[in-house]
């Protein structure tokens, strides 16, 4: 079973850009979570869907959102990015919420 | 205010000993702990979880301790062996009232084996 995929690896933008992330979850599974990793701040949570629907959600500003698709494929979007925004965005997918959760690969985003 | 620690920021292991790495938490409606293991460019892989009912949960060569009373859980690697190295996070999460949860991470701890 293929795992969690994300697109794309690696990204370079400017401050004031914005930037969209794809996450493809495990087949079969319907929960998908953003997360975000930094030296300085290590992993923390951005948020959770399921069912399309945002189940929770970490302490970032509005300028972090996502959705999520019928077929459980989730994007996050970045508006207006900082260059604190620099990070590894981690994607993990679950059955269900509640559930134990897979990673996927990661997306390396610079912001310069 | 970090409620997952890991105080050891790296540790260093002879290949086939016990290597032991330690987590301690503060928010007590934590209700379920999770390893995970990240090589350099991964994403975490699972390791192995406990619920807050238990206080053992083995899996082949891992094993996790969780004692609620200290907030405290470790996570046993016997015997140790060279593609154990990596970096380890400890995580833990509460569901709320949608049945959603939220990992939260401690810091990572960097294992080294040495053959």
């Known amino acids: 079973k293929a795992g969690v995929t994300q697109t794309p690896r690696y990204l370079i933008k400017t401050r004031g850009q914005q930037v969209t992330l794809s996450c493809s979850p495990i087949?079969?599974?319907?929960?998908v979570s953003w997360y975000q990793q930094t030296p300085g701040q290590g992993l923390q949570f951005l948020f959770e869907?399921?069912?399309?629907?945002?189940?929770n959600k970490g302490n970032f500003p509005g300028r972090f959102s996502g959705r999520q698709f019928s077929n459980s494929r989730s994007e996050m979007n970045v508006s207006t990015l900082e260059l604190g925004d620099s990070a590894l965005y981690l994607c993990?997918?679950?059955?269900?919420?509640?559930?134990?959760?897979?990673f996927g690969p990661g997306t390396r985003l610079l912001v310069l | 205010d970090q409620q997952v620690k890991q105080n050891s920021p790296s540790l260093s292991v002879q290949e086939g000993r016990i290597s032991i790495l330690n987590c301690d938490y503060t928010?007590?409606?934590?209700?379920?702990f999770l390893w995970y293991k990240k090589y350099p460019a991964e994403g975490p892989t699972f390791l192995i979880s406990?619920?807050?009912?238990?206080d053992k949960n083995e899996d082949g060569r891992f094993t996790v301790f969780l004692n609620k009373s200290a907030k405290h859980l470790s996570l046993h690697i016997v015997p140790s062996q060279p593609g154990d190295s990596a970096v380890y996070f400890c995580?833990?999460?509460?569901?709320?009232?949608?049945?959603?949860?939220?990992?939260?991470f401690g810091q990572g701890t960097r294992l080294t084996i040495n053959p």
């Open positions: 995580a833990a999460t509460t569901i709320n009232f949608q049945g959603a949860q939220k990992l939260v």
């Open positions: 087949s079969g599974h319907r929960s």
């Open positions: 869907y399921f069912s399309e629907t945002q189940r």
């Open positions: 928010n007590s409606m934590f209700d379920y």
């Open positions: 993990a997918s679950s059955l269900k919420p509640g559930t134990t959760q897979y």
């Open positions: 406990i619920s807050s009912i238990k």
